[in-house]
């Protein structure tokens, strides 16, 4: 299955995000400081499946936190039938987003948060009564579970889905979304070069001011590629013997 533009942006519920940078008062305040975010204008989306990488603290997060605040979700997850919050750590960068929407509408939209997937999947089994109990299983077999109910017509935000996740549960996941992606939009936050490598997935650095960019040429490919192609070397290196 291979998107050309024109077919890809049929197939999406969000073309993209603005930054109304008329209303920040101060771009020296959080979360206006952090240099995606400062520079931020315009997002597009050109694919059915989005990845934002980059680095710790680069602000991947807060954006796709912002997306899914806007968008009515929960920032600690969820669908946008779970009202719910533990703790409010939340940025207010969703007060200035504008988010630009395609007219399509999905059936469903969900956000997982690695971070927050405890308080969320509590928050889940009282919502749902036939829910099988997400606690008596792993936590990878627990996110396996929720991606198990992932449906067509979705929009999926997700943040760092590949945190509990073995390498063949993220190739299964790669799966998923590739059978969903003719219907559905997903906006993914990952470190992982499993998941980037998704052959019709578009990339955006967070550590270039979110410019798309080819995976090869990524820095996690490039390490990963280097690492394991000599991890002796490479951990001579690191630990300067």
């Known amino acids: 299955m291979t998107y050309d533009k024109t077919t890809s942006m049929r197939q999406l519920f969000i073309k993209g995000i603005r930054l109304n940078r008329n209303l920040v008062e101060d771009f020296d305040e959080y ?9 931020l204008k315009e997002i597009r989306f050109e694919n ?8 710790n603290g680069s602000g991947k997060s807060t954006i796709i936190e912002a997306i899914a605040i806007s968008l009515g979700l929960s920032a600690e997850g969820g669908t946008r039938n779970m009202v719910y919050e533990t703790f409010n750590s939340t940025s207010t960068l969703d007060r200035y987003l504008t988010i630009i929407k395609s007219g399509l509408h999905p059936q469903w939209k969900y956000f997982l948060r690695a971070e927050t997937f405890y308080t969320m999947a509590k928050a889940f089994s009282e919502y749902d009564d036939n829910n099988p109990s997400i606690f008596n299983q792993s936590h990878g077999e ?24 073995s390498p063949k549960s993220q190739m299964q996941l790669l799966s998923k979304i590739h059978s969903l992606a003719k219907n559905s939009q997903f906006i993914i936050v990952t470190h992982s070069s499993l998941l980037l490598s998704y052959i019709d997935g578009q990339i955006l650095d967070a ?5 798309p960019i080819a995976y090869k040429d990524t820095e996690n490919y490039s390490i990963y590629r280097r690492f394991l192609e000599c991890p002796e070397k490479m951990q001579k290196y690191l630990f300067n013997d």
């Not at 979360?31 to 400062?38: E, V």
């Not at 059915?48 to 680095?55: A, D, Q, S, Y």
């Not at 550590?207 to 410019?211: A, G, V």
């Open 207 to 211: 550590d270039n001011n979110l410019k």
């Open 31 to 39: 979360p206006f400081n952090i240099p995606i975010i400062k520079n």
């Open 48 to 55: 059915p499946v989005t990845f934002i990488m980059g680095e």
């Open 142 to 165: 627990a996110f396996n579970e929720i991606f198990s109910r992932f449906s067509p017509n979705g929009l999926y935000l997700m943040d760092e889905p590949e945190s509990a996740l």
